[in-house]
């Protein structure tokens, strides 16, 4: 029997007073695992919430630095007394909590302390290597129980990670709706597809403002909202789409890049270089007006928009679009995707970028 959970969440300054009410029903005892600064940043807020509830935190745990088995191995001993655990950080940390939660049957709760991905909300965790490949999805409908979601956290974090989720989360609406535009979807991948405009429209609508509260350490109306849709939206969409209708493009040209020293020796984060990505697979797909919108909009907080924002060039092209279409991101697709029609969509974005000053 398949089963897919709607996480709750809460958000606000405040979302940790929450923890009590929640988690209780749960057990009692608590691990915390989180990444180093992020433990920094919300251990002392999660300790003072669960003072005065009959939550017992037995240990606070570094996650290992990254997501990988050799980490979840580690943790497993020093968790085994607890009836629940807390992800605490980004991504990889709360998918090294989230899939050791999966494998040994507990219930278990997130701490976003940045927004930027989808990971506090979602089923699937993401396992590497030690030294940070890739090693394997791992599958689940489990999403957490609960998310809460501190907004003056995530306000106080480097606004460079909700800078680059708002570039991946709207990769999610683009790239399901194109990906499953030729099926005819089951109920399941429909609400997820139905649900992923919220995934775009709000963060062009705004983004550029909630980026400014960010960097002012500001809770807004607005920075809650992209928050929302970075981490809810996306997450739910996530959740409830088929893997092929969860990827699309967008990722596998972010993939492609992955392989340029250029790229990678200065630090372009997954979803700065997953937004480029959208302008491409939009100009591919003849979608001139949505790119259009996007164009503009990522021009207007300093998302890449050309290869040189990436530190690429044309020459690196075909071992970019190599890699692109080594993974699995374009097996379901309403066309076939070639490697010429992928540069050629590059250079088609090369001579819009200059036409547009």
Same mark, same amino acid.
């Given at each position: 029997m398949d089963k897919t959970l709607f996480p709750g969440y809460t958000v606000g300054p405040d979302a940790y007073d929450d923890i009590g009410a929640v988690c209780s029903a749960y057990g009692t005892k608590v691990a915390v695992i989180g990444g180093r600064r992020a433990l920094a940043a919300a251990r002392d807020a999660i300790l003072k919430a669960v003072e005065h509830t009959p939550l017992e935190v =037995? *240990?606070?745990?570094? /996650?290992g630095g990254e997501a990988s088995r050799e980490n979840m191995e580690? +943790?497993?001993?020093?968790v085994e007394q607890a009836d629940m655990l807390f992800a605490v950080g980004g991504g990889k940390a709360i998918d090294t909590c989230k899939v050791l939660a999966h494998e040994t049957g507990r219930p278990f709760f997130t701490f976003p302390t940045i927004a930027s991905t989808c990971?506090? @909300? $979602?089923? +699937?965790? =993401?396992? /590497? !290597?030690? &030294?940070?490949?890739l090693r394997e999805y791992s599958f689940s409908k489990i999403p957490p129980n609960h998310i809460f979601i501190n907004t003056q956290i995530i306000a106080d974090a480097p606004d460079i990670y909700l800078w680059a989720g708002m570039g991946d989360t709207?990769? #999610? !609406?683009?790239? @399901?709706t194109i990906s499953s535009r030729n099926d005819t979807p089951a109920h399941s991948d429909a609400m997820g597809i139905a649900l992923s405009s919220l995934c775009a429209e709000p963060i062009v609508h705004w983004g550029r403002q909630a980026l400014? &509260? @960010?960097?002012?350490? #500001? =809770? $807004?109306?607005? +920075?809650t909202e992209v928050i929302l849709g970075i981490i809810i939206s996306t997450g739910f969409v996530s959740n409830f789409v088929q893997v092929d209708y969860t990827t699309g493009l967008a990722h596998? =040209? /972010?993939? *492609?890049? $992955?392989? +340029?020293? *250029?790229?990678?020796? %200065? %630090?372009h984060l997954h979803g700065e270089v997953v937004s480029y990505g959208i302008l491409v697979m939009l100009t591919i797909d003849r979608q001139s007006a949505e790119r259009e919108k996007l164009y503009r909009f990522s021009r207007s907080i300093g998302l890449p928009t050309c290869l040189a924002d990436l530190h690429a060039r044309p020459e690196d092209l075909g071992a970019v679009t190599a890699k692109a279409l080594s993974g699995i991101d374009v097996r379901v697709y309403p066309y076939p995707v070639t490697e010429q029609m992928i540069v050629d969509g590059i250079m088609e974005m090369e001579q819009y970028h200059q036409s547009m000053g």
């Open positions: =037995i *240990g606070v745990f570094w /996650y580690r +943790l497993r001993p020093q990971a506090s @909300c $979602t089923s +699937l965790g =993401i396992v /590497y !290597h030690p &030294d940070g490949s709207m990769a #999610k !609406h683009y790239e @399901c400014e &509260d @960010c960097r002012a350490h #500001k =809770i $807004t109306p607005e +920075l596998a =040209i /972010y993939n *492609g890049f $992955t392989v +340029l020293p *250029g790229t990678e020796a %200065h %630090h």
